[in-house]
């Protein structure tokens, strides 16, 4: 799991004072970082050396984030296909899990315009940050479980 | 059918040169405005009027999306529930379907935090832009059947 | 003068339900289009043919933008240098000036990293478009005069 | 001083891989948080509460940000007037002074729509973090004489 601390700024929020929906697509490239520093170390961003394209991308709006307090981003790989992987993504604040998503990525070649065979080191690599979707959604019911949210501190009145 | 006309801006292009994943959300919002519309005639953006929410949005991304073409947004209702509604959202550059997605949004409370039945007024408008999935995938296949993509327009070698 | 039209989208909204301040830099962006394409008519992201950097803007907010009124961006050239133009930059919502900004771009060379003079056909079309300062202040107040804002419409009370 | 680290996302690079110009205003958005809390400290995004609002803001482009190294955004107050305060704020990579730029902010009623004096108690606060725009550029001066650009890590050739 790859762990990414975000601030909401002011620029964040929308006219119902919440994170704008837009924003989360931001949010979870950034959280992507390592794992695109895992697949292009030189951080090279040419046709002949990226080497990873985005094809889907889901968004799932459980409870609203709110300013004024940290959230956290959890990046998990979910899936190791032999072209592609797929990535849960999860937005905490105030230990309540707030929205998730996930996305599927190839591993591409922008020369010849098509997908390649993930190759072993990289594979092996990301095999270390592998879970389950299953296993997942236990980790994290267990860890909601015990916890309420402080609902007077966003009174959405006016 | 909701159609808007956007022209990519330098700032919307990545560093692969594509319009970046993160400002097709924000198209698709903008494209959503007649919606809004239709559920908020008074444009008010306040906790007691404001009556929509977003609970889910997806993206497929089928091509790039290039610089120096207009996109055209297509914007359909393909379901209507008791107090939700689904969007079929498409991004079509040169007579090619670039990418689609979907979203669902709630008819909302927010000061009661719940949701609420649509009411018939509104719900009758909506049904003039229904249109199953089904019948809008065939639709776009006929309508891409007999067009080519001049792949020379855009040479990714540099 | 380069015209635009812009719907505000929900998107561009901040807790205030104003048009946020980092979304106006996007829209001058959109609105320099007719003018990337005047210096660079093929639109080649490449680093052997673009040709223009930024190197300042600035911005002055005079009065919010709301939601549910279109904006028109009006971008001018306010001056012609030997390697660098400014453009003077405005948003209009309801008859009214909201915001106005400037900005200076260089004609460059990205390979070798230094600018150069602007070539004369170049310079030739960008003369179209040139107004002074002065001109162009002008020009406002005198449109502004018999026009007064319907204060009605946007009440902040809540 | 505030002090912020922000790691550039892949979603920040224009097509010629630098840090898109749109995305700093967002940066020092984020990087005016501690400020806000300053003057705003239980996060109260109303009309009521809320009490700054941006009158300006302007962007010197020295040298490109790129991809693949963290940036330190440097936040100074350099100017405190009756119920106004100026911003500069800076971008560093790699010991170098990329960018830099202003703001001006008013201490603002929404519901009254007009600028209040500073009370004395946030303007002591303020003073904690004042500093002249020429002991800044002093400063500044002297942390990059004796630092030089490796240029190499840089070659924008393709």
């Not at 790989?77 to 105030?94: A, D, F």
Request: hydrophobic share 35%; charged share 25%.
């Amino acid at each position: 799991m790859f762990k990414t601390i975000i601030s909401p700024s002011i620029s964040d929020m929308n006219a119902l004072r919440h994170v704008n929906n837009t924003v989360i697509p931001h949010w979870f490239e950034s959280a992507r970082s390592p794992l695109y520093t895992l697949f292009n170390p030189s951080h090279d961003l040419t046709y002949k050396k990226w080497n990873l394209i985005l094809v889907h991308m889901d968004f799932n709006f459980i409870k609203p984030v709110y300013f004024g307090y940290d959230v956290e981003i959890r990046t998990y790989i979910t899936k190791i296909s032999k072209s592609s992987l797929t990535l849960s993504q999860e937005v905490w604040q105030n230990g309540q899990l707030r929205l998730n998503g996930n996305c599927v990525m190839l591993y591409y070649d922008y020369i010849k315009q098509e997908s390649n065979l993930i190759p072993d080191n990289i594979r092996n690599k990301l095999m270390n940050h592998l879970i389950s979707s299953k296993e997942l959604e236990e980790k994290n019911r267990l860890e909601m479980k015990n916890k309420k949210e402080n609902k007077k501190e966003f009174v959405e009145s006016d």
